[in-house]
């Protein structure tokens, strides 16, 4: 029989470590956009998390003969109208970096009292193959913006996203840790139980061929 395989359409190499533990043991074989369609890329140009993710899913989909997961995902702060959104990995143009991009949050919101720095991280993930949508999945969660960074774990905003119920920041939590609570890893489980249930029914599916 051959094996299944997902093509991960993210080159985020902290997106892809925590996806792929989430997917442990799913029976896909996990391969990387370097792997199979090396030197292609995307630009995203969607006002929203789904609309990013919709669109990057399709862009890959349709050049490759696997099942294809990609996944739009970012920051939004109440006290900022829901910025940074989609653009959160290139917050502080024109040279954004992960602590280009804290530094620029924590400026906003100087002044701002610890009661009304409230934000979410969202996770959206669009599994395609051959250019057409199997499913939407989505999770998110909240925190607040802590004053200062805090660890070192994870990536991106990871350092000021403080959260609450176990009083850490995520880059202070392991990653076994982060992903029980994390928007990727809510959207990861969701995504995990699709791919488990259509593979039993594939296998459900070859059993009763003749
Ligand atoms: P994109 O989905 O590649 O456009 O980038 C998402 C950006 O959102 C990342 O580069 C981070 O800045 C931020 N982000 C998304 N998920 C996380 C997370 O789990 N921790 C910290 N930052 C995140």
Redesign the pocket.
């Known amino acids: 029989m051959t094996e299944r395989r997902l093509l991960l359409a ?1 080159t ?1 190499p ?2 892809v470590r ?1 996806i792929r533990a989430s997917f442990k043991g799913l029976g896909l074989r996990i391969v990387g956009l370097a792997e199979v369609l090396p030197g292609l890329s995307f630009r ?1 140009r969607g006002r929203t998390f789904l609309e ?1 993710a919709r669109a990057k899913s399709l862009y890959y989909s349709r050049r490759w003969d696997g099942l294809t997961l990609a ?5 939004e702060i109440e006290a900022l109208d829901r910025a940074p959104g ?1 653009i ?2 290139r917050f502080a143009r024109p040279r954004p970096s ?1 602590e280009r ?1 804290n530094r620029k949050v924590l400026r906003l919101l100087a002044g701002v009292p610890a009661g009304r720095r409230r934000a979410r ?1 969202v ?1 959206v993930m669009v599994l395609s193959e051959r250019g057409r949508v199997i499913r939407t999945f989505r999770g998110e969660v909240r925190g607040t913006i802590a004053a200062e960074p805090r660890g070192t774990n ?5 350092p000021l ?1 403080f959260y609450a119920p176990l009083r850490r920041t ?1 880059a202070e939590l392991s990653e076994a840790d982060k992903s029980r609570v ?3 890893g809510r959207a990861a489980r969701k995504t995990r139980a699709f791919l488990e249930e259509k593979g039993r029914a594939r296998a459900v599916r070859r059993r009763a061929l003749p």
């Open positions: 993210t985020n902290g997106k925590e995203e990013n996944e739009d995902s970012g920051l989609v959160s990995a992960d991009n991280f996770c994870g990536f991106g905003y990871d996203f995520f994390s928007h990727r």
